[in-house]
């Protein structure tokens, strides 16, 4: 998407180096860093300069590729997986690019490795911004239909499934930033989410930069919101989706989900199908929840009055906190999963009639 006019990924490949926006400093500096060697990108991932599922696993590409041009070995390849599969727990994308990779480098000799994985690393992020455009054509009749009916729409989204989150488009706001080409009359009601106001810093920053009509609210507005009538649909995106449709996604997308259901407003998740964990049924007894440190909760950064960017604790230095990152809602409250190959109801049959050629044999 744009910046400044600019079309801009959040990863790249320029004159032969890996490329990326770390997103730490959003939305106050821009700040692009190259990434020189295996030790920079699982840094990278696991720090969160990079995060979003769909980013997650195209950087663990880039990074087994910057690897293999400096030791296309079996033994460097067995351990390039290792270490960055190990930097965070959550996103299946990061297992899937890995595998991917993996399995295009391993029969090749050693020699072949190096070019083989830039070009592969290359596809996995074409790839993505073509599936989150097509996500995006799919999701886009939705938020017509509301137009047609009532004139703006209100989405609310949670976190950022924006096109930080993925090479480009997002996966989210990809239907979002399709009806605001469109030309529907659309505001979205952004959730700060806490502890890292991923939606404060990254989402409120992109949908300014591109001129969606956006308002930022506390993560405990939502339900309030949709009492009154004003959510239309709440639209979030999915760092695991498992063969029955139940999401893991960023902590607080669970109490979204509950309000969505109490209010009769419908609950969409927007997912390529990287994120889809065919061997998972059960999403709250089967995927790890990342547990990241509590100091992301006792503290918040942002820019001080001489305009720096600053880290301050808010609670008292005494209080120990815990940081689950992320919830997992079950797929009954989950009113349909927008894909790359259209929208299907969140069950085990909805996914596999999309994707009889992913699903496994039952
Ligand atoms: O911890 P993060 O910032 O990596 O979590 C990101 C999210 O939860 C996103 O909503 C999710 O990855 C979907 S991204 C298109």
Known sequence: MK?????????????????????????HELRIVTLADRAAFATAIAEMWVRGAPLIGATAAWGMAVQMAADPSDASLAETWQILHETRPTAINLRWALDRMRAHLAPLPPVARAAAAEAEAQAICDEDVELNRRIGAHGLPLLRAIAARKGRVNVLTHCNAGWPATVDWGTATSPLYQAHE????????VDETRPRNQGAQITAWELGAHGVAHSLITDNAGGHLMQRGLVDLVIVGTDRTTARGDVCN????????????????????????????????????EIPIETRDGAEVTHVQGLDD??????????????AAVNP??????????????????????????????FPDLAPMS
Do not use: M
């Open 3 to 27: 910046i400044d006019g600019r079309p801009t990924r959040s990863i790249w490949a320029e004159d032969g180096q890996v490329r990326i926006i770390d997103q730490r400093w959003l939305p």
């Open 182 to 189: 469109a030309g529907i009359d659309l505001h979205v009601w």
């Open 325 to 354: 990152a992320f919830d997992v809602t079950p797929a009954e409250l989950v009113t349909g999963l927008i894909t790359e190959r259209g929208i299907c109801p969140a069950t085990a049959e909805g996914l596999r009639a999309l």
């Open 306 to 319: 001489q305009g720096r960017i600053a880290r301050v604790r808010i609670s008292p230095a005494t209080t």
């Open 250 to 285: 960023k902590i607080g997308t669970y109490l979204k989900a509950l309000a969505a259901r109490a209010n009769g407003v419908p609950f969409y998740v927007a997912l390529p199908s990287p994120t889809i964990d065919w061997r998972v049924t059960d999403g709250l007894a």
